[in-house]
T-cell receptor
Protein backbone atom coordinates (compact mmCIF):
# COMPACT_ATOMS: atom_id res chain seq x y z
CA UNK A 1 0.00 0.00 0.00
CA UNK A 2 1.17 3.53 -0.72
CA UNK A 3 2.26 5.62 2.21
CA UNK A 4 1.44 9.26 2.77
CA UNK A 5 2.13 11.20 -0.41
CA UNK A 6 2.89 14.90 -0.54
CA UNK A 7 3.30 17.29 -3.42
CA UNK A 8 5.29 19.10 -4.50
CA UNK A 9 8.56 17.86 -3.00
CA UNK A 10 10.31 21.20 -3.35
CA UNK A 11 9.01 24.70 -3.88
CA UNK A 12 10.65 28.09 -4.18
CA UNK A 13 8.56 31.21 -3.63
CA UNK A 14 9.15 34.88 -2.98
CA UNK A 15 7.93 36.96 -0.07
CA UNK A 16 4.26 37.91 -0.27
CA UNK A 17 3.28 35.03 -2.53
CA UNK A 18 0.80 32.30 -1.71
CA UNK A 19 1.43 28.54 -1.64
CA UNK A 20 -0.72 25.40 -1.61
CA UNK A 21 0.69 22.10 -0.40
CA UNK A 22 -1.11 18.82 -0.95
CA UNK A 23 -1.29 15.55 0.94
CA UNK A 24 -2.90 12.16 0.36
CA UNK A 25 -3.16 9.94 3.45
CA UNK A 26 -2.58 6.23 3.70
CA UNK A 27 -5.61 4.36 2.38
CA UNK A 28 -8.17 3.94 5.16
CA UNK A 29 -6.75 6.74 7.30
CA UNK A 30 -9.25 9.45 8.12
CA UNK A 31 -7.05 11.86 10.05
CA UNK A 32 -4.51 14.23 8.51
CA UNK A 33 -2.18 16.52 10.43
CA UNK A 34 0.22 19.19 9.22
CA UNK A 35 3.54 20.09 10.84
CA UNK A 36 6.27 22.61 10.16
CA UNK A 37 9.88 21.62 10.81
CA UNK A 38 12.72 24.10 10.72
CA UNK A 39 16.35 22.97 10.74
CA UNK A 40 17.51 21.65 14.09
CA UNK A 41 14.05 21.51 15.66
CA UNK A 42 11.32 18.94 16.02
CA UNK A 43 8.12 19.26 13.97
CA UNK A 44 5.67 21.91 15.17
CA UNK A 45 1.95 21.18 14.94
CA UNK A 46 -0.09 23.37 12.59
CA UNK A 47 -3.47 21.65 12.03
CA UNK A 48 -5.29 18.38 12.44
CA UNK A 49 -8.32 17.34 10.42
CA UNK A 50 -10.50 14.31 11.07
CA UNK A 51 -13.50 13.39 8.95
CA UNK A 52 -13.18 16.76 7.17
CA UNK A 53 -13.49 18.74 10.40
CA UNK A 54 -10.71 20.76 12.01
CA UNK A 55 -9.88 19.07 15.31
CA UNK A 56 -6.82 21.02 16.35
CA UNK A 57 -4.92 24.17 15.53
CA UNK A 58 -1.40 25.07 16.61
CA UNK A 59 0.08 28.46 17.37
CA UNK A 60 0.38 29.70 13.79
CA UNK A 61 -0.96 32.96 12.31
CA UNK A 62 -4.16 33.18 10.29
CA UNK A 63 -2.06 33.22 7.11
CA UNK A 64 -2.04 29.45 7.52
CA UNK A 65 -5.21 27.57 6.62
CA UNK A 66 -6.09 24.03 5.64
CA UNK A 67 -8.93 21.83 4.59
CA UNK A 68 -9.72 18.15 4.15
CA UNK A 69 -11.66 16.77 1.23
CA UNK A 70 -14.26 13.95 1.11
CA UNK A 71 -11.54 11.51 -0.03
CA UNK A 72 -9.54 12.51 3.10
CA UNK A 73 -6.79 14.24 1.14
CA UNK A 74 -5.81 17.64 2.44
CA UNK A 75 -4.39 20.99 1.42
CA UNK A 76 -2.34 23.45 3.46
CA UNK A 77 -2.45 27.04 2.27
CA UNK A 78 -0.09 29.79 3.35
CA UNK A 79 -0.71 33.40 2.32
CA UNK A 80 1.60 36.40 2.33
CA UNK A 81 4.72 34.28 2.63
CA UNK A 82 7.51 35.47 4.91
CA UNK A 83 11.17 34.48 4.95
CA UNK A 84 10.49 32.69 8.23
CA UNK A 85 8.05 30.33 6.52
CA UNK A 86 10.99 28.54 4.92
CA UNK A 87 10.82 25.02 6.34
CA UNK A 88 9.98 21.40 5.71
CA UNK A 89 6.21 20.95 5.77
CA UNK A 90 5.15 17.51 6.85
CA UNK A 91 1.82 15.80 6.48
CA UNK A 92 0.96 12.86 8.73
CA UNK A 93 -1.99 10.51 8.64
CA UNK A 94 -3.50 8.18 11.19
CA UNK A 95 -6.47 5.85 11.38
CA UNK A 96 -8.16 8.00 13.94
CA UNK A 97 -7.31 11.08 15.90
CA UNK A 98 -4.37 11.31 18.27
CA UNK A 99 -6.77 11.26 21.19
CA UNK A 100 -7.15 7.52 20.73
CA UNK A 101 -3.39 7.08 20.66
CA UNK A 102 -3.15 6.19 17.02
CA UNK A 103 0.40 6.62 15.70
CA UNK A 104 0.89 9.13 12.94
CA UNK A 105 2.81 8.24 9.77
CA UNK A 106 4.60 10.98 7.88
CA UNK A 107 4.98 11.71 4.21
CA UNK A 108 8.28 12.76 2.68
CA UNK A 109 7.43 16.42 3.14
CA UNK A 110 7.50 19.55 1.02
CA UNK A 111 10.60 21.68 1.35
CA UNK A 112 9.54 25.30 0.97
CA UNK A 113 12.14 28.00 0.39
CA UNK A 114 11.21 31.68 0.49
CA UNK A 115 13.48 34.15 -1.30
CA UNK B 1 8.53 24.56 30.74
CA UNK B 2 8.63 22.92 27.34
CA UNK B 3 6.11 20.17 26.69
CA UNK B 4 8.80 17.70 25.61
CA UNK B 5 12.47 18.01 26.45
CA UNK B 6 15.36 16.14 24.92
CA UNK B 7 18.41 17.76 26.42
CA UNK B 8 21.29 15.51 25.53
CA UNK B 9 23.71 16.68 22.88
CA UNK B 10 24.87 14.48 20.01
CA UNK B 11 25.51 10.92 21.16
CA UNK B 12 28.43 8.98 19.71
CA UNK B 13 28.46 5.23 20.32
CA UNK B 14 30.73 2.49 18.97
CA UNK B 15 29.19 -0.09 16.69
CA UNK B 16 27.65 -2.90 18.74
CA UNK B 17 27.16 -0.79 21.87
CA UNK B 18 23.90 0.36 23.47
CA UNK B 19 22.61 3.86 22.73
CA UNK B 20 20.38 5.36 25.41
CA UNK B 21 18.11 8.33 24.79
CA UNK B 22 15.93 10.12 27.33
CA UNK B 23 12.94 12.41 27.09
CA UNK B 24 10.92 14.22 29.77
CA UNK B 25 7.49 15.74 29.40
CA UNK B 26 5.29 18.15 31.31
CA UNK B 27 1.68 17.12 30.55
CA UNK B 28 0.60 14.48 33.07
CA UNK B 29 -2.49 13.80 30.97
CA UNK B 30 -0.50 12.40 28.05
CA UNK B 31 -1.35 8.78 27.34
CA UNK B 32 0.51 7.98 24.13
CA UNK B 33 4.22 8.24 23.48
CA UNK B 34 6.22 7.71 20.32
CA UNK B 35 9.79 7.57 19.11
CA UNK B 36 10.55 8.62 15.55
CA UNK B 37 13.81 8.27 13.64
CA UNK B 38 14.74 10.95 11.13
CA UNK B 39 17.62 10.59 8.72
CA UNK B 40 19.20 13.80 7.46
CA UNK B 41 17.01 15.39 4.79
CA UNK B 42 14.24 12.85 5.27
CA UNK B 43 10.92 12.77 7.12
CA UNK B 44 10.32 11.19 10.55
CA UNK B 45 9.75 7.45 10.59
CA UNK B 46 7.84 5.82 13.45
CA UNK B 47 9.91 3.19 15.26
CA UNK B 48 8.17 2.71 18.61
CA UNK B 49 4.92 3.54 20.38
CA UNK B 50 4.25 2.97 24.08
CA UNK B 51 1.16 3.58 26.16
CA UNK B 52 1.68 1.83 29.52
CA UNK B 53 4.30 2.06 32.22
CA UNK B 54 7.17 -0.34 31.79
CA UNK B 55 9.22 -1.63 28.90
CA UNK B 56 8.26 -2.45 25.34
CA UNK B 57 10.69 -4.27 23.09
CA UNK B 58 10.73 -4.43 19.30
CA UNK B 59 13.79 -6.03 17.79
CA UNK B 60 16.85 -4.05 18.86
CA UNK B 61 14.73 -1.20 20.23
CA UNK B 62 13.30 -0.94 23.76
CA UNK B 63 11.08 1.90 24.88
CA UNK B 64 10.62 2.57 28.59
CA UNK B 65 7.83 4.68 30.09
CA UNK B 66 7.56 6.02 33.63
CA UNK B 67 4.47 8.19 33.96
CA UNK B 68 5.07 8.99 37.64
CA UNK B 69 8.46 10.51 36.80
CA UNK B 70 7.23 11.79 33.44
CA UNK B 71 9.97 10.36 31.30
CA UNK B 72 10.24 8.05 28.35
CA UNK B 73 13.45 6.53 27.07
CA UNK B 74 14.70 4.58 24.08
CA UNK B 75 17.46 1.98 24.09
CA UNK B 76 19.09 0.82 20.89
CA UNK B 77 20.97 -2.43 21.38
CA UNK B 78 23.78 -3.64 19.11
CA UNK B 79 23.95 -0.22 17.46
CA UNK B 80 24.67 -0.26 13.73
CA UNK B 81 25.97 2.53 11.46
CA UNK B 82 22.50 2.56 9.87
CA UNK B 83 21.13 3.71 13.25
CA UNK B 84 22.94 7.04 12.81
CA UNK B 85 20.08 9.54 12.71
CA UNK B 86 18.16 12.03 14.81
CA UNK B 87 15.67 10.47 17.22
CA UNK B 88 12.54 12.43 18.04
CA UNK B 89 10.44 11.88 21.14
CA UNK B 90 6.74 12.74 20.74
CA UNK B 91 3.65 12.56 22.89
CA UNK B 92 -0.01 12.69 22.09
CA UNK B 93 -1.84 15.64 23.65
CA UNK B 94 -5.55 15.17 24.03
CA UNK B 95 -6.53 18.78 24.49
CA UNK B 96 -5.42 19.85 21.06
CA UNK B 97 -5.45 16.48 19.33
CA UNK B 98 -1.84 16.70 18.27
CA UNK B 99 1.67 15.35 18.68
CA UNK B 100 4.20 17.44 20.59
CA UNK B 101 7.81 16.77 19.63
CA UNK B 102 11.12 17.27 21.33
CA UNK B 103 13.89 18.84 19.29
CA UNK B 104 15.56 15.48 18.81
CA UNK B 105 18.83 13.80 19.71
CA UNK B 106 21.45 13.02 17.09
CA UNK B 107 23.01 9.57 17.34
CA UNK B 108 26.26 8.75 15.54
CA UNK B 109 27.34 5.11 15.45
CA UNK B 110 31.06 4.79 14.89
CA UNK B 111 32.17 1.66 12.97
Amino acid sequence: DAGVTQSPTHLIKTRGQHVTLRCSPISGHKSVSWYQQVLGQGPQFIFQYYEKEERGRGNFPDRFSARQFPNYSSELNVNALLLGDSALYLCASSLDSVILGQPQHFGDGTRLSIL
Amino acid sequence: QKEVEQNSGPLSVPEGAIASLNCTYSDRGSQSFFWYRQYSGKSPELIMSIYSNGDKEDGRFTAQLNKASQYVSLLIRDSQPSDSATYLCALGLYGNNRLAFGKGNQVVVIP
